[in-house]
């Protein structure tokens, strides 16, 4: 039996996992980090980056209606090296070296800043900022969003795509009534093709609440499962 020239072949499978609680706000976290290519020499599973989400599933504990959001990142900007020392002030993003317009950043692009995969969560991590002004050295967003502090290196500044917002009932999937919900083939996801995602090795998925989520211990699960490639 023949095979498609260059098919392609998931090399692993994994999940990822968002909780939403109050504390969280409307502060989005990452669903599905960016999948990383396998380093050198590395061939058990050989990963050449990206993949497919082939389910998202969220429920609630939250005796409360809630929203949730689902966001299309794309790592631009990684500090270390490559930015010298950068920092946030309420309503710019700095760099000491390097170029944010190289990067890619345009004015009016959505930007977000996740820390490294494995790192603790910093205070401006998943906070939306809308870019005003673009230079070498400075992002400005609209308002003053975010809090002043140094980003630690391997923090990602993503821009973001609002992909949709979907309700979900009062518990949702927990109470043995309401089923939970799919946010993969979802209803409000005006994409043609919508039974599986395409991630590239340098894109991640994001996920918030709409409004806050109730008090502990009601949250909010999110969860992805992805093949690799």
Same mark, same amino acid.
């Given at each position: 039996?023949? *095979?498609?020239? @260059?098919?392609?072949?998931?090399?692993? =499978?994994?999940?990822?996992?968002?909780?939403? /609680?109050?504390?969280? !706000?409307?502060?989005?976290?990452?669903?599905?980090?960016?999948?990383?290519?396998?380093?050198?020499?590395?061939?058990?599973?050989?990963?050449?980056?990206?993949?497919?989400? /082939?389910?998202?599933?969220?429920? *609630?504990?939250?005796?409360?209606?809630?929203?949730?959001?689902?966001?299309?990142?794309?790592? $631009?900007?990684?500090?270390?090296?490559?930015?010298?020392?950068?920092?946030?002030?309420?309503?710019?993003?700095?760099?000491?070296?390097?170029?944010?317009?190289?990067?890619?950043?345009?004015?009016?692009?959505? #930007?977000?800043?996740?820390?490294?995969?494995?790192?603790?969560?910093?205070?401006?991590?998943?906070?939306?900022?809308?870019?005003?002004?673009?230079?070498?050295?400075?992002?400005?967003? @609209?308002?003053?969003? =975010?809090?002043? $502090?140094?980003? @630690?290196?391997?923090?990602?500044?993503?821009?973001?795509?609002?992909? =949709?917002?979907?309700?979900?009932?009062?518990?949702?999937?927990?109470? !043995?009534?309401?089923? *939970? #919900?799919?946010?993969? +083939?979802?209803?409000?996801?005006? *994409?043609?093709?919508?039974?599986?995602?395409?991630?590239?090795? @340098?894109?991640?998925?994001?996920?918030?609440?709409?409004?806050? #989520?109730?008090?502990?211990?009601?949250?909010? +699960?999110?969860?992805?499962?992805?093949?690799?490639?």
């Amino acid at each position: 039996m023949s *095979s498609p020239l @260059n098919a392609a072949v998931p090399a692993a =499978f994994q999940n990822g996992i968002a909780n939403l /609680i109050a504390a969280d !706000g409307t502060q989005a976290k990452v669903l599905v980090d960016a999948l990383a290519a396998a380093a050198a020499g590395v061939t058990s599973p050989l990963l050449f980056g990206g993949g497919s989400v /082939i389910d998202i599933t969220a429920t *609630s504990t939250d005796a409360a209606a809630k929203d949730v959001i689902l966001w299309l990142g794309q790592v $631009l900007t990684t500090t270390g090296a490559a930015t010298g020392t950068a920092a946030m002030t309420v309503s710019t993003i700095t760099r000491s070296t390097g170029d944010f317009f190289l990067d890619g950043w345009r004015p009016g692009d959505l #930007v977000m800043v996740f820390a490294a995969g494995n790192a603790g969560r910093q205070a401006n991590d998943g906070v939306l900022g809308i870019v005003t002004g673009v230079s070498s050295a400075t992002l400005t967003v @609209n308002g003053t969003p =975010f809090s002043a $502090l140094t980003l @630690n290196t391997g923090v990602r500044l993503c821009r973001m795509a609002y992909q =949709f917002r979907a309700p979900m009932a009062a518990s949702a999937g927990t109470n !043995g009534t309401s089923a *939970s #919900v799919n946010l993969l +083939n979802n209803g409000n996801d005006g *994409s043609v093709l919508r039974y599986e995602k395409k991630l590239g090795l @340098n894109e991640l998925l994001a996920v918030s609440a709409a409004s806050a #989520v109730s008090a502990l211990p009601a949250y909010i +699960n999110v969860s992805a499962d992805v093949a690799r490639y």
